[in-house]
């Protein structure tokens, strides 16, 4: 069974402050997607990363994917409350590419 | 809106009744998926289709789930004498049958058995 392990599970920040969270396995992923989901609401994907050592920005969020692909971070730069939501990794490896959620880091960055 | 579209978005029932959902995939999207996930945890894979074949299903996945995906584009969940436990949000997902499976959400079915 893959498990993808997410830290810290909440945070709660205030607006202007950077973060970091990290999502780990000890499963080699041929992809890994980061997503954010605010309540009630289905996951948006944000970004698939693909290539060991592979760094990927969006906007203010910058994605890496460890060299080994086991693992991945996020970091977002000058928070937003906008920010704010619970942020999935997910890992994809097999034949088809069955997809492993982590549990989320939830998010709250205070105005 | 092309998205995935999911309905109902909520369903009150009382245990031991039957409730069905359903999933319209993005329209060009040959795989689809059905996950749940409860309050403060991760989607939970249920199972998945190719096409309107069925090709996996969860442990989780007990006998009173069903999922079908009779033409190849929607697809119904059903989950027959329902239980407290089965209280939860039931996403569903599709992607392209491509090498990452880039998997695009729809809002889910919130789920509330009495």
């Known amino acids: 069974t893959q498990l993808l392990e997410q830290s810290p599970q909440f945070l709660s920040i205030q607006e202007g402050e950077n973060l970091t969270v990290y999502c780990n396995s000890s499963?080699?992923?041929?992809?890994l997607q980061w997503y954010r989901q605010e309540p009630g609401e289905g996951p948006v994907l944000l970004v698939t990363?693909?290539?060991?050592?592979e760094v990927k920005k969006l906007k203010r969020l910058t994605f890496q994917f460890g060299d080994a692909r086991k693992d991945s971070s996020l970091h977002i730069t000058a928070a937003q409350p906008g920010d704010t939501g619970l942020y999935l990794c997910?890992?994809?490896?097999?034949?088809?590419?069955?997809?492993?959620f982590g549990i989320g880091t939830k998010l709250q960055v205070i105005p | 809106d092309t998205g995935v579209s999911q309905d109902p978005r909520h369903k009150i029932t009382k245990r031991g009744q039957n409730v069905t959902f359903r999933c319209d995939p993005i329209?060009?999207?040959?795989?689809l998926y059905w996950y749940r996930q409860t309050l403060g945890q991760g989607p939970e894979f249920l199972t998945y289709?190719?096409?309107?074949?069925?090709?996996?299903k969860s442990r989780l996945l007990s006998d009173r789930f069903s999922a079908e995906r009779p033409k190849g584009s929607f697809s119904t969940l059903e989950i027959q004498r329902t239980e407290q436990g089965d209280s939860a949000m039931y996403l569903c997902?599709?992607?392209?049958?491509?090498?990452?499976?880039?998997?695009?959400f729809g809002p889910g079915t919130r789920l509330t058995v009495l």
């Open positions: 499963s080699v992923f041929s992809s």
């Open positions: 329209s060009e999207h040959n795989r």
């Open positions: 289709f190719q096409n309107e074949a069925q090709l996996e």
């Open positions: 990363v693909v290539t060991g050592g």
């Open positions: 997902a599709s992607s392209l049958n491509t090498r990452y499976n880039e998997q695009f």
């Open positions: 997910a890992g994809s490896s097999g034949g088809y590419q069955k997809v492993t």
